[in-house]
């Protein structure tokens, strides 16, 4: 790829230089140094008119004329994919070369070019789709027509006069998302040490969007580092390594904006002793760069992202990343990290040491999580399978959640592992 390096060509054709151009832009831009001896405004405009010649029309800041020359420059994190007289090429090794079919397609979606959550799966049917979940999300915005409003959101079109999901539409509501979109789950793992080692905790979290969401915050309940004291008031005063808001929006945001046509790898959401790291398939999309992130806003995933909002995940006007941001400077904490890698994008938190919040908050608990509390008054202990016939028409993984967040809150302790666990309660001393 092309770099910011100058290069100095004798290019005087139009063509030439229009197919240099569009393959820096295809790229990570650059300068380009043209020799200039005589009149430098009459390359100036050779400059311009190949330029405007490509497809769309490439447009650049205008060339500084030196003493001898005239520098180019074609910036970086340009909006489209340009061609010359039909033809897509990237700038390597000092060489105009074609992209290949699907460079090309990557690089389309990419730049918003293509978006791949809106294309249909001709093989896949409407009975792919968890319907359960479908009327849930419908009642959520008081929608009659669960169909007609998967329809207007994107999530099902119409192909041939069939609904037809699309692959946002599998991504959101899908009994098996990966049976169509094979990277399309979560790899978490804690490892004990500040590196990758023999010693670690894994799951791989799979299905829908929101259950994978879900999952993976349970995930971070249970594995990231804290700890938790029960005050004579029944107050609770947490220590984290990390803020967990902090952690949880970098993996919202790393479900709603990956780029899902990478078939190859999920995201990997690692914990180590002293940070947290998010990577995710796919670079920057469109016009995004490390330099402008926090306040650009381009998303290759409408769709997700304005469903994930429906569903209170996010917010639909912000990527999270003013937020993150901030929740590490209050907690005093260094900035986070943000790096492409080279086919994806990763996110760094820094801990190390515990940030104890501002001050403790009053403890509040849901309905359903009073009622476990009730049951172990007059019981032992209670199970998964107990607090399901206490709640019969909640979703397993919210009951699971509940469990997990009444751990977290210092009221139950989880006994036994995996199918024989169950839960007691904390008494105070």
């Known amino acids: 790829m092309y770099s910011a390096r100058r290069a100095k060509t004798s290019v005087r054709d139009v063509q030439d230089l229009a197919e240099t151009l569009a393959a820096l832009a295809n790229g990570r831009g650059g300068v380009l140094t043209l020799p200039a001896p005589r009149k430098a405004e009459s390359l100036i405009d050779q400059v311009l008119q190949a330029a405007l010649s490509t497809e769309p029309p490439l447009i650049l800041p205008i060339p500084q004329a030196g003493k001898a020359s005239v520098q180019v420059t074609v910036p970086d994190g340009l909006p489209h994919v340009y061609a010359v007289e039909g033809r897509y090429l990237i700038r390597e090794a000092e060489q105009n070369i074609p992209l290949g079919p699907e460079r090309l397609r990557r690089l389309l979606i990419e730049r918003g070019g293509l978006s791949f959550e809106d294309v249909v799966i001709t093989d896949a049917g409407l009975s792919d789709l968890d319907w359960s979940a479908v009327e849930r999300y419908a009642a959520r915005l008081n929608s009659a027509d669960s169909l007609d409003l998967l329809i207007r959101r994107g999530c099902v079109r119409l192909c041939d006069g069939k609904p037809t999901p699309t692959h946002a539409g599998l991504l959101l509501f899908g009994k098996d998302p990966t049976r169509y979109i094979r990277g399309a789950f979560i790899t978490a793992a804690q490892f004990a040490g500040q590196q990758m080692g023999d010693v670690f905790t894994r799951q791989e979290i799979s299905g829908a969007l929101p259950d994978q969401i879900r999952k993976a915050e349970t995930f971070l309940i249970d594995h990231l580092r804290h700890e938790v004291r029960l005050t004579g008031a029944m107050q609770r005063d947490e ?74 995940f996010i917010e639909r006007l912000g990527y999270g990343i003013d937020r993150i941001l901030s929740l590490m400077q209050a907690g005093e904490l260094p900035a986070p990290e943000f790096a492409e890698t080279g086919g994806g994008f990763r996110a760094v938190l820094h801990g190390g040491v515990l940030v104890q919040p501002p001050a403790p908050q009053p403890l509040t608990l849901h309905p359903r999580q009073q009622l476990a509390l009730d049951y172990l008054e007059s019981h032992t202990a209670i199970t998964n399978r107990e607090y399901q ?7 397993s993984e919210t009951l699971r959640r509940d469990l997990a967040d009444l751990v977290h809150k210092g009221l139950i302790q989880r006994m036994g592992e995996k199918r024989g666990s169950y839960y007691v309660r904390v008494r105070e001393e």
């Not at 016009?287 to 469903?307: G, Y």
């Not at 016939?389 to 979703?395: A, K, N, Q, S």
């Open 389 to 395: 016939e206490l709640c019969p028409d909640v979703h």
């Open 239 to 312: 220590q984290f390594t990390i803020p967990l808001e902090a952690a949880r929006e970098v993996l919202v945001n790393a479900v709603a904006h990956r780029d899902y046509s990478i078939q190859g790898d999920g995201i990997r959401l690692y914990l180590f002793a002293d940070r947290m790291e998010v990577t995710s398939p796919g670079k920057l999309p469109g016009p995004v760069t490390l330099a402008n992130m926090v306040d650009e806003r381009f998303s290759r995933n409408s769709i997700i992202v304005q469903v994930l909002a429906d569903m209170g």
